[in-house]
């Protein structure tokens, strides 16, 4: 299957092709289910970062489309990495639900960056939902022993059963019924980011692209937050 305009567009900002294969599928939840991958290379050629995400591609019906889904647990040295797929309808769950191993995915790598702050920072306050629930366990992990203020959205009532958990540090979890869409989150964000953020705490902020795209411009314009302490990349779209 080709890519179509959007894997050119992909090739032309470098981005990497490789061929995934699955080596073993567990359902975690009603919800929720986990596929382990082969990387093909890719770990050895990319090398591997905190929260980082790959682009896989997905037959819709004879045309091409891509999802990015976060990498759990990669392990260069042995170039495996596992996935978790929410289950809804879509092509990407279809496939998902049907994987079995020795089935095959492409993918490709661009886009996906991210650094731990140097120096550490204070505290993380982090907003995010069960789409980014994967990064956000690897962000708490990558920083395991700093505090952090989990806003964590659900949109369904089995999103609590997996709660972000990585890490060894303080955790504040606060959980946020969708409403209104996303726009309960935003309100309550807004109310409490202010008495939480100090001079080195770090924003990182992940869950559907307007709310993201909302919340970051409060946290960079409203509060002053800069962009070296500010993280938001919109990990789905709303119908």
Excluded at 46 to 54: A, E, F, L
Excluded at 96 to 118: L, N
Aim: hydrophobic fraction near 40%; charge should be neutral; charged fraction near 25%.
């Amino acid at each position: 299957m080709g890519h179509g305009w959007q894997g050119a567009v992909l090739k032309l900002m470098r981005g990497k092709d490789f061929t995934f294969t699955v080596r073993s599928n567990e359902r975690l939840s009603e919800r929720l289910h986990r596929l382990s991958f082969d990387d093909g290379g890719m770990l050895q050629a990319t090398g591997v970062h905190p929260t980082m995400w790959v682009r896989l591609w997905f037959d819709n019906g004879g045309r091409p489309h891509q999802r990015a889904y976060t990498l759990v647990e990669p392990d260069p040295a042995a170039g495996t990495f596992g996935m978790d797929f929410a289950l809804h309808s879509g092509c990407a769950s279809d496939w998902a639900r049907a994987a079995r191993p020795g089935d095959t995915i492409e993918a490709t790598v661009q886009g996906s960056q991210f650094a731990v702050p140097d120096p550490l920072p204070s505290r993380l306050l982090v907003v995010g939902d069960a789409a980014s629930r994967p990064a956000i366990d690897s962000l708490l992990d990558a920083m395991p022993q700093t505090p952090a203020v989990i806003w964590y959205e659900t949109a369904h009532p089995r999103d609590g059963d997996h709660m972000p958990q990585g890490g060894g540090g303080s955790r504040e979890l606060v959980p946020v019924p969708r409403r209104d869409g996303g726009g309960h989150l935003v309100e309550t964000v807004r109310e409490a980011l202010p008495k939480r953020l100090d001079d080195s705490a770090y924003v990182w902020i992940a869950c559907d692209t307007a709310t993201t795209r909302t919340l970051a411009a409060f946290a960079h314009k409203q509060l002053g937050v800069p962009k070296e302490r500010l993280y938001a990349l919109g990990y789905w779209r709303a119908d």
